[in-house]
Each structure stands twice: as C-alpha cells, then as structure tokens.
T-cell receptor, first 111, second 116 residues
Framework: GQQLNQSPQSMFIQEGEDVSMNCTSS?????WLWYKQEPGEGPVLLIA?????ELTSNGRLTAQFGITRKDSFLNISASIPSDVGIYFC???????????FGKGTKLTVNP | EPEVTQTPSHQVTQMGQEVILRCVPI?????FYWYRQILGQKVEFLVS????????KSEIFDDQFSVERPDGSNFTLKIRSTKLEDSAMYFC??????????????FGPGTRLTVL
C-alpha cells in the first residue's frame, strides 16, 4: 500500500525557533494535508494543498506541495509553547477517498 | 464553527461484545469516514461512505465492521464481535462535495475503545 515517510519523528526546540518537517512518498498524490493532533483529541486541519508547487500560509505556518507531487513540507516560524503536539501529513490519491497518513512529528517547545 | 461530534468519548467492552460508535458529521457534508489510531501509531483509514453506501474500504474493514447512516444526522460504526486488537481511537470525519476550501476531511474528537 501507499506509504508516507514523515521526518523528523520528534523535535525539541526553544520558543521562538523556526521548525521544518516534511513528508515524502513513492506515490503521486493529488492532495496534501497537514493536521495537528493534541493528546486525546482528533486531528485538526492546518493547511490543505491541491496543486503541485502550491505554497500556502496559515498564520505562522507555511506548507508546500512538492512539484513532483510526491512530497510536502510544513514550516512553523517563531514557535510558541502552544505549538506542541503531533503534526501529521496526509496524502490523497486521485480517485480515492482515503487519506494516507504519515507517522507524525512530535513537537516539543521549551519556553 | 460547525464540527464533527462523536459519542461516547470512551467505551470499555469485553472481548466478543458488539459496540456501536456514533458520530454526527457536519450538517451540510455528504461524505463520511471512519479512521482508527492504535495508541502511538499513525491514523489508518477504515471506510468511506457516500449516498448511503460504502464507497471505499480498507483491508482492516472486514466482515466484523459495518457502517450505517440511520437518519439524517448520525453515522455509526458497528463492530460485531470485538477483539483485543480493536482497542484504538476511532475517528469519524466528514467533508462537503465541492472542490473548495471546505473539500477536505474534518475530524471529530474520537472515541477511545478499550477491549478487555
């Protein structure tokens, strides 16, 4: 089945630092999504990307849909303590309803 | 802001028992989904549902699982005879129809299922 390789697995940073995480796949996806999950909660949509090369921002978050359609990155600028959580990438193949999730990047921000 | 809701938040059951997990999708959405997340692992797709029928399912979604939209608002996942390995968080999701900013899947808070 389709696999998404998400890295890094975890990050420990100081408040104010910028963060970058990415996902790669051997499959071509039509849609890339980035979700954040906090303990005991469901994934919350951060950014949705629909076109190869698309660069989209949501506040301090920026994500890009790779030109090959096989990868995406998420950047968080000037991190704050409430950014802690697990960030998941998810891809959707053409003609399929299912989202394929990465294994997540656990972010810890030290004040 | 409209959101997906799920009940119960936590369900404990004995192995072999039937469970029904309930979801109320966002009201104008037409596509509905169930996913599960075993503790510490990634979120996995189970099934998608549109126009009162299953549109896609994964290999996890075997004969022990079924879904139903019994009325205009609820969407349920039934596990007929639970196994220990069914213990997981189960997430319901829904999406609209048109390819706009709303055409993405929005997740509920999840039901934690514990099978003893």
């Amino acid at each position: 089945g389709q696999q998404l390789n998400q890295s890094p697995q975890s990050m420990f940073i100081q408040e104010g630092e910028d963060v970058s995480m990415n996902c790669t796949s051997s499959s071509i996806f039509n849609t890339w999504l980035w979700y954040k999950q906090e303990p005991g909660e469901g994934p919350v949509l951060l950014i949705a990307l629909y076109k190869a090369g698309e660069l989209t921002s949501n506040g301090r978050l920026t994500a890009q849909f790779g030109i090959t359609r096989k990868d995406s990155f998420l950047n968080i600028s000037a991190s704050i303590p409430s950014d802690v959580g697990i960030y998941f990438c998810a891809g959707q193949l053409g003609g399929s309803e299912k989202l394929v999730f990465g294994k997540g990047t656990k972010l810890t921000v030290n004040p | 802001e409209p959101e997906v809701t799920q009940t119960p938040s936590h369900q404990v059951t004995q192995m072999g028992q039937e469970v029904i997990l309930r979801c109320v999708p966002i009201s104008n959405h037409l596509y509905f989904y169930w996913y599960r997340q075993i503790l510490g692992q990634k979120v996995e797709f189970l099934v998608s549902f549109y126009n009162n029928e299953i549109s896609e399912k994964s290999e996890i979604f075997d004969d022990q699982f079924s879904v139903e939209r019994p009325d205009g608002s609820n969407f349920t996942l039934k596990i007929r005879s639970t196994k220990l390995e069914d213990s997981a968080m189960y997430f319901c999701a829904s999406r609209g129809m048109t390819r706009t900013s709303t055409d993405t899947q929005y997740f509920g808070p999840g039901t934690r299922l514990t099978v003893l």
